[in-house]
């Protein structure tokens, strides 16, 4: 087993990474930004290393630094968590190279399924099911308008490098075409330096269900079950759920063994999810592979009891999966809303600035993965997702009630945050039924509804907390009397001033 391993990553990732190393008695080396400075992560591993500024492409994204220092330190392994270097090939091809074991798949692997192209040919050649569209990128407007007039509009482009909902764009009529592929470039271009396209057939109503497979270097391949995520905002998950309400155990047998046999057309081994679009009749279709840990892995770990992480850096290690799959079976039902700092009100825009108030719920069933506390900094430079909240309990219907007394005991203050608008989702009776599609929240007329002072959010009392928050530390700092030479800019210090 590794003794120590570097983990290039932040936040909530990163913490759930460290408490994965304690249990298995290897020592954890978190990186930082200055942004990071006091971040949950780095107060909470063996080791610490400022990385760089503030900005990703200066820390977080600066490959050289990263290995440099796992070297420096003696790291045996170099964990991702998910982002960043997660899916980057030329970072897995640096940290092979470099004799440190990288915590994932190799990078023939990711490279394999990094081009969305290249992974439907793949897919194609070995019977798993995909969209009808182009296995090859489209070169000109002439040639994606007579494709999708063969395929019938609806059409979907897609960038072919893309993730993440960018890169993707509607096209209803040949008319609507031209503007779309150019704009669609111009993203896929900006995003992924990469300006290649390819078309789909639009599915109507499709769900989101995915597959968490995990395989280690010994040819064993198993699978976890399936997750339900097609409550989305622009294009990216907000609740996830396991197992999928609408999957019935003949369609996941089905779905299963593809993700399987996808699994093992590029050679995997790790933990990978493999995601499907399913139409109403539940046929289902590949859309990618995600070569990394996913943010929704938690309520796959609640229904199985499988530690993922743990998996994932054991299997890194050399050793099989230490499951059989007859050995696993679904228990119960879970469910998780990511928390973020956003405005849901107003196009659901970031909202940053200091945590003033932070205070997890707990119970039976109830987990919170999160990165931040008390006087935590919601930052402009990354992403602002604060924590998620994942709720288990016998059945569905209890998961959702579960849930809801989870999103009101959480309470947090001095940013704006989308609990209301979770709980919102969770209430409606699309949701309670099953019956709603990856449309699901573009459709939602939810504006005026969120405003419904009848919903008990503890609104009034985080108010009130953020008040007395503010003044108790502006009290603590009018009272110091430390003299500005004597103060110290080391996060343990800052910590316990």
Known sequence: MFKKILIANRGEIAVRVIKACRELGIKSAAIYSDADLTSLHARMADEAFNIGASPSSESYLNKTKIIELAKKIDADAIHPGYGFFSENTSFIEEVEKSGITFIGPTSKSVKMMGSKTAARTLMSKNK???????????????????????????????????????????????????????????????????????????????????????????????????????????????????????????????????????????????????EFLMDTNKEFYFLEMNTRIQVEHPVTELISGIDLVKEQISIAAGNIISFNQNDIRINGYALECRIYAEDPENSFLPSTGKILLYKEPNGIGVRVDSGFAADSEISIYYDPMIAKLICWDRDRSNAICRMNRALDEFQIAGITTNKKFLNYILNTDEFASGNYDINFIDNLNYTSLLSDKSSNNNDEYEIAASVLAALKKSNRKSSKTKSASESSNTWWEQKYE
Do not use: W
């Open 128 to 274: 798993v099911p995909v969209v009808p569209g182009t296995l090859e990128a489209i070169s000109n407007v002439e040639e994606g308008i007579k494709i999708s007039e063969n395929i019938g509009f609806p059409v979907l482009l897609k960038a072919s490098a893309g993730g993440g909902g960018k890169g993707m764009r509607k096209v209803t009529s040949k008319d609507e075409f031209k503007s779309a592929f150019e704009s669609t470039k111009r993203e896929a271009l900006k995003s992924f330096a990469n300006d290649e396209v390819y078309l789909e057939k639009f599915i109507e109503s499709p769900k989101h269900i995915e597959v968490q497979v995990i395989a280690d270097k010994h040819g064993n391949y198993r699978h976890v079950f399936e997750r339900e995520c097609s409550i989305q905002r622009r294009h990216q998950k907000i609740i996830e759920e396991a197992p999928s309400s609408f999957v019935d155990s003949i369609t996941r047998d089905k779905i299963t063994a593809a993700a399987i046999q996808a699994a093992k057309a590029c050679s995997y081994f790790n933990a990978g999810t493999i």
